[in-house]
């Protein structure tokens, strides 16, 4: 660590930030008793039903935590007080979002899964938001059942602390699909962002032909799924149904989006009559409606490429800075900086301004 | 302003169309529902021959899976790429104040004005086209663009 890169940090901790991607995780499903009725309790007792979990972070994969973010008897995200000392306070984080990838979109029982997901934003509550201010939240939903899900976004969306509704970026079909209409309706009636976010256990393999054979392939290749999804919702109208609609990517990068930004504008000139319901170029849907997190970071480390990337997004208001904590993307916080040198207008609004503006915090 | 006969009234009925050679250039006559209207065979966007292209008419959608479609066989799409022009204006149907097809006024004229060679109607020059037909067509109407010199 270089003197220069702690006065960075220190200058940028001083000016503010905030955290788009915070990770949390549910120790068990006995955690979650406090908040699931009777019957479900003891389903899950006589059962033995586990929970679903969250199977996109293999919990020992040396992507998924660093060491030190594991609490004694817990996984890596289930102790508050380790994501204080550990995201929150280096950064001097104003505020946090957390998002919880409890696979609920994996129970086949419908109300099963509308009962754990009630469960865990209900423990989200109690556990994090309740506690520590400096938090907001992700609501957990039954993506598989969209109507159930927008009772849940119903039920808890006007709770101060949850801010966006999760979706795992992978999903029984496309966000766009018109049987997500419920679930996107709900999300805007209730004035949240949707966050797409990296994993998901739907029925269907991560890739379109088939299932890839290694971890590293699922790891790195979930970007190819996050440009589905964005496309999709583009041109399925949604953001010409819902003008008010947010969506943010996280764990998505972002660098591979200014090619899909040339190549949509210029087919939709073609092709715009399939979709007359598009009347704008796709690159200003994405400008207006779109944000991506930075972790991981799939950019050039040198300031004078990642300033072209920036112009070729066409816009410096689409990048939220996220630690991803406590997956492992950086050794030290320094390491998960925007690169050195970059105008400080621009840093100031990747660190803090763009989420704000976007989540209106 | 020069102007050349192009075809008789006969030849480019109501939603035909009709692509001539005038002074080098390609050019495409529409008869969209009695008026007629004249496009350069060059797609502004690659220069694709545009005039070649199918007719469509014009989408549009208030909402996803709602369908508004109106003025049928009025929209041109370029066969290349199919961009879309309006026939009657000559712009893309995307940014119309960047692109759009180069657009030559079009008049019928009846033959009697065309035919006399010695004092012809104003601006009109006389095309081989003409004479191919003077034996038969005395009567008929016949289709004059205004190519600007």
Redesign the interface.
């Given at each position: 660590m270089t003197a220069t890169a702690t006065d960075r940090l220190a200058q940028i901790v001083a000016q503010g930030v905030i955290d788009a991607d915070l990770n949390v995780v549910v120790p068990s499903s006995a955690d979650l008793f406090p908040y699931l009725p009777e019957y479900w309790r003891e389903q899950i007792n006589q059962t033995g039903f586990k929970g679903p979990g969250e199977s996109s972070y293999p919990a020992s994969a040396e992507t998924s935590a660093r060491p030190e973010a594991k609490p004694d008897g817990g996984p890596a995200g289930s102790s508050l007080a380790l994501l204080q000392q550990q995201a929150l306070d280096p950064w001097g984080t104003e505020i946090g979002i957390l998002t919880c990838a409890y696979a609920v979109e994996a129970i086949h029982n419908p109300d099963a899964a509308v009962a754990m997901a009630s469960a865990v934003n209900d423990w989200l509550i109690a556990e994090w938001l309740d506690k520590e201010p400096r938090l907001r939240a992700s609501i957990v939903v039954p993506s598989q059942q969209p109507e159930l899900a927008a009772r849940e976004i119903d039920r808890v969306g006007g709770h101060p602390g949850f801010v966006q509704v999760y979706l795992p970026v992978r999903a029984e079909a496309p966000y766009g699909n018109r049987r997500y209409l419920p679930l996107l309706d709900a999300a805007v009636r209730n004035d949240l962002v949707v966050g797409i976010g990296f994993g998901g256990s739907p029925p269907n393999p991560p890739t379109p032909s088939g299932w890839p054979s290694y971890y590293m392939e699922e790891w790195a290749g979930m970007a190819s799924i996050f440009q589905s999804q964005l496309m999709n919702l583009i041109f399925e109208g949604v953001f010409d149904r819902f003008p008010a609609l947010r969506v943010t990517l996280i764990e998505s990068g972002f660098t591979w989006l200014p090619s899909l930004l040339w190549r949509w504008n210029k087919e939709w000139k073609g092709l715009r009559p399939q979709t007359p319901w598009v009347r704008r170029l796709p690159s200003e849907y994405v400008h207006e409606h779109v944000r991506l997190t930075t972790q991981p970071w799939d950019a050039p480390p040198v300031e004078a490429q990642f300033l072209q990337i920036i112009d070729q997004l066409g816009s410096d208001e689409l990048l939220l800075f996220s630690t991803d904590y406590p997956h492992w993307q950086y050794d030290t916080p320094e390491e998960a900086l925007p690169p050195a040198g970059l105008p400080d207008a621009l840093i100031a609004k990747i660190m803090r301004d763009n989420a704000r503006t976007f989540y209106r915090l | 302003m020069p102007k050349h006969v192009v075809a008789t009234v006969e030849e480019i009925p109501p939603g035909g169309r009709k692509v001539v050679e005038i002074a080098g250039r390609s050019i495409g006559v529409f008869n969209l529902g009695g008026d007629y209207f004249a496009l350069r065979n060059r797609c502004p966007?690659q220069g694709g021959p545009l005039c070649l292209g199918k007719q469509?008419g014009f989408?549009?959608?208030?909402?996803?899976?709602?369908?508004e479609y109106s003025r049928q066989g009025e929209i041109l799409?370029?066969p290349w790429?199919?961009?879309?022009f309006d026939i009657r204006t000559g712009q893309s149907?995307?940014d119309p104040a960047r692109v759009r097809v180069r657009q030559y006024d079009v008049t019928v004229a009846p033959a009697q004005a065309l035919l006399d060679r010695e004092a012809p109607a104003p601006g009109l020059e006389p095309g081989p086209y003409v004479a191919e037909t003077y034996p038969v067509t005395v009567e008929q109407q016949y289709i004059v663009i205004d190519l600007p010199g």
């Open positions: - | 966007h469509s989408i549009h959608s208030p909402l996803p899976g709602e369908y799409k370029c790429h199919s961009w879309e149907w995307f």
